[in-house]
């Protein structure tokens, strides 16, 4: 008889269809529950954001399950960066802002100014970064008060995300007392940890979605409402506003100064003192000791002068600086270091120069720093 039609053993359909109803089994079943896990401090902090405007320190994450319990697998998010658009219309293009704060004091009018910008705030995400001491304890106190506030309050008031980091390197100078910041001998080690600071809340804030970045110091209590969509009108790459101090003369009468000397155009005294440099060694601005006669931005400054004027600079101040967020995904950030002989934000601009941006200032349009006096 032909192997082909030869009768086949009945104990090979029942083994087959033991096999089929196995499969069948395993497909259909929904599979039990994973044992419960105990979140960790750690997985805590880590926990998925919920909204696609908060930075990405955790996986994008989708809310509903399955009714068996099981979590949806979180999705795959494409971000076409090359659709990210930093325009002269940034609010006409709903571009994302990403304000960002050293905070080592908390002043009440710093975030009442931040809290008057006219941006809309459903495009403005938040990031602060406070040191590990004493004065930060108190100032990461009264910026969670003002933000609950705030996050609590009518709905076009608050902001998309809040970030808060507290620094994981101890400040090199323990007051924060305006004199003693501003030491000449203080600089150094001062700027090194800002940038450091700055860079950590940088890499850890910044979204895929984000158009632009402000930064914005804490002891900047006065701004007009419109200045992103000011500073972005000009669409430029990196641009910063003059910042003055108000105080009360001699005379008794309210006045203004230049406060930020850090924004200014390269002369060639400066480029000869740094010639003569040591590699490590850095040039500071603003300084008797240390006379660069360079062109400073705060001395071109003119009450009730076009505040659309507009001037390039070899170095920017940071206490309104707005970038587009490409410069800093290019690789321009704060340098730590000596970096031909400047740091922190001067450093900065020149990192972007060297990236092939330019960098700009308006020396008639100002914002506030606190007096402390």
């Known amino acids: 008889m032909p192997r082909s039609v030869r009768r086949a053993n009945p104990i090979t359909f029942v083994l087959a269809g033991l096999v089929a109803l196995g499969f069948l089994y395993f497909v259909l079943t929904p599979g039990s529950k994973p044992p419960p896990v105990v979140a960790s401090r750690q997985s805590k902090h880590n926990s998925p954001a919920t909204n696609p405007l908060s930075p990405p320190t955790a996986p994008f994450q989708k809310g509903p399950t399955?009714?068996?319990g099981q979590r949806i697998p979180p999705p795959v998010v494409h971000y076409h960066l090359n659709n990210l658009t930093a325009t002269s219309d940034p609010i006409a293009n709903q571009e994302t802002v990403l304000i960002l704060t050293p905070l080592a004091r908390f002043y009440s009018g710093y975030w009442e100014n931040l809290s008057r910008l006219s941006y809309p705030h459903h495009l403005i995400a938040l990031g602060f970064i406070i040191p590990k001491t004493k004065e930060g304890n108190a100032a990461t106190t009264a910026l969670q008060d003002a933000i609950k506030e705030t996050q609590e309050g009518p709905q076009p008031k608050r902001f998309a995300s809040i970030t808060i980091l507290r620094q994981d390197f101890d400040p090199p100078i323990q007051s924060q007392d305006e004199a003693e910041r501003h030491k000449m001998e203080n600089q150094k080690v001062r700027r090194s940890a800002m940038s450091r600071a700055r860079n950590s809340l940088l890499f850890t804030t910044i979204g895929p979605s984000t158009a632009w970045v402000l930064w914005l110091d804490a002891d900047i209590v006065e701004s007009p409402p419109s200045l992103i969509q000011d500073l972005a009108s000009h669409d430029k790459p990196v641009i910063v506003p003059n910042c003055f101090q108000r105080y009360t003369d001699d005379a008794g009468k309210a006045a203004v100064r230049p406060y930020d000397y850090n924004s200014w155009q390269d002369s060639e005294i400066a480029a000869e003192?740094?010639?003569k440099m040591s590699p490590e060694e850095i040039l500071l601005e603003g300084y008797a000791e240390m006379a660069t006669y360079r062109l400073l931005m705060a001395q071109k400054g003119?009450?009730?002068?076009?505040?659309?004027?507009?001037m390039p600079l070899d170095g920017v101040g940071g206490?309104?600086?707005?970038?587009?967020?490409?410069?800093?995904?290019d690789g321009a950030m704060f340098p730590a270091f000596a970096f031909y002989h400047l740091m922190e934000t001067e450093g900065f601009a020149k990192m972007a120069r060297r990236l092939g941006w330019s960098c700009w200032g308006l020396p008639n349009y100002f914002v506030y720093h606190y007096n402390e006096k």
């Open 319 to 329: 206490t309104a600086l707005l970038v587009k967020a490409e410069v800093h995904r």
């Open 273 to 275: 003192i740094a010639r």
């Open 302 to 310: 003119e009450q009730g002068g076009d505040p659309k004027t507009i």
């Open 66 to 68: 399955k009714s068996n």
